[in-house]
């Protein structure tokens, strides 16, 4: 397999960055199936919740397929809590970050955002303030996340619910996924016009 020699960014040469830019290209493409791959590493331990969280994420993406969300709001369902694996004390920030690149800026505030919208239902049980979200109330945002979080995100732990199966939103995942990254990727120059120092 070829692959760049160099041992620092100092020697390396256009062709190195070819090379290793065709690999980064087939990497970012091939992001969908990793990312699905990760979300099934939160099936089984269920925390204490009626459901686990692989369960939970599918019930949310159903909820809103069925509510009439469109394929990128279905898949910030389906992935909302993908980070609870790695990082359970902000999830909702990886989360943030992995869709970040391929969705609407408001869509990733309200992923970024969700957990403390979320706290409305729970907060109180730990003297905190269920109404934190309010700070929000003029944010473009917020009526979206509190739609989220409480049509969606909290009422999907009902383990008789009619939840569709991955399979069902592998299609979104991949259309929503396989966007070009916000910003694009840079393209090599042709040779004739790479400047040296």
Do not use: K
């Not at 692959?3 to 087939?26: N, T």
């Not at 944010?139 to 732990?157: E, G, I, K, L, N």
């Amino acid at each position: 397999m070829n692959q760049a020699h160099f041992r620092h960014f100092g020697e390396a040469q256009r062709d190195d960055w070819a090379l290793i830019d065709a690999r980064f290209r087939d990497y970012v493409e091939d992001a969908p199936r990793r990312v699905l791959a990760h979300l099934l590493n939160l099936a089984g331990d269920t925390h204490g919740y009626p459901v686990d969280r692989y369960q939970h994420c599918l019930q949310t993406a159903t909820r809103a397929l069925r509510d009439g969300a469109d394929d990128e709001m279905v898949v910030c369902a389906l992935l909302h809590d993908i980070g609870d694996d790695l990082a359970p004390a902000n999830h909702a920030e990886v989360a943030a970050a992995i869709l970040e690149p391929f969705i609407d800026p408001l869509n990733t505030w309200m992923i970024r955002h969700h957990e403390l919208f979320q706290g409305y239902h729970y907060r109180h049980f730990f003297g905190q303030d269920r109404h934190a979200r309010e700070q929000y109330r003029d944010h473009p945002a917020y009526a979206r996340t509190v739609r989220f979080c409480d049509d969606w995100d909290q009422a999907s732990f009902d383990p008789d619910y009619d939840t569709l199966p991955l399979e069902h939103f592998l299609p979104m995942v991949e259309r929503v996924l396989g966007r070009t990254p916000r910003g694009g990727l840079p393209e090599p120059l042709p040779e004739h016009r790479v400047e040296q120092d």
